[in-house]
């Protein structure tokens, strides 16, 4: 049993591991969806994670159809694991790349590319 005082750090590590690596905010769903088409005009978006995420620290920015780079105001409030705004929009393809600060302290990114429809 000498080796024992080793072992139990190493346990620990395998026993956690799985709750610290659920805790990464994922992007789980989205509207405007993933390659989907949305109608012009003030479009609401809604990001959904699969873990509480820290708004105040968190960021979406717009791509429009002409490159240009914009940064969406989040709603302050609102659920825990859903980041929400608007911007009226006309006809193109966009991308909104999400940025985010999950309880864990990690941060997460992704990119949503949708198009606005005549």
Same mark, same amino acid.
Do not use: C
């Given at each position: 049993?000498?080796?024992?005082?080793?072992? @139990?750090?190493?346990?620990?590590?395998?026993?956690?591991?799985?709750?610290?690596?659920?805790?990464?905010?994922?992007?789980?769903?989205?509207?405007?969806?993933?390659?989907?088409?949305?109608?012009?005009?003030?479009?609401?978006?809604?990001?959904?994670?699969?873990?509480?995420?820290?708004?105040?620290?968190?960021?979406?920015?717009?791509?429009?159809?002409?490159?240009?780079?914009?940064?969406?105001?989040?709603?302050?409030?609102?659920?825990?694991?859903?980041?929400?705004?608007?911007?009226?929009?006309?006809?193109?393809?966009?991308? @909104?790349?999400?940025?985010?600060?999950?309880?864990?302290?990690?941060?997460?990114?992704?990119? @949503?590319?949708?198009?606005?429809?005549?």
């Amino acid at each position: 049993m000498p080796h024992l005082p080793r072992l @139990v750090p190493i346990l620990a590590a395998l026993v956690l591991a799985p709750a610290l690596a659920q805790a990464h905010a994922i992007l789980v769903q989205s509207s405007p969806a993933a390659g989907g088409t949305t109608a012009p005009g003030k479009v609401a978006m809604e990001f959904r994670f699969n873990s509480r995420i820290d708004r105040e620290r968190s960021r979406l920015t717009l791509t429009a159809p002409d490159h240009s780079q914009s940064v969406l105001p989040i709603a302050p409030e609102g659920p825990p694991d859903i980041l929400d705004t608007t911007a009226n929009l006309t006809p193109g393809a966009y991308v @909104v790349r999400w940025q985010v600060l999950a309880v864990d302290g990690h941060i997460t990114r992704g990119d @949503v590319p949708f198009t606005v429809g005549n």
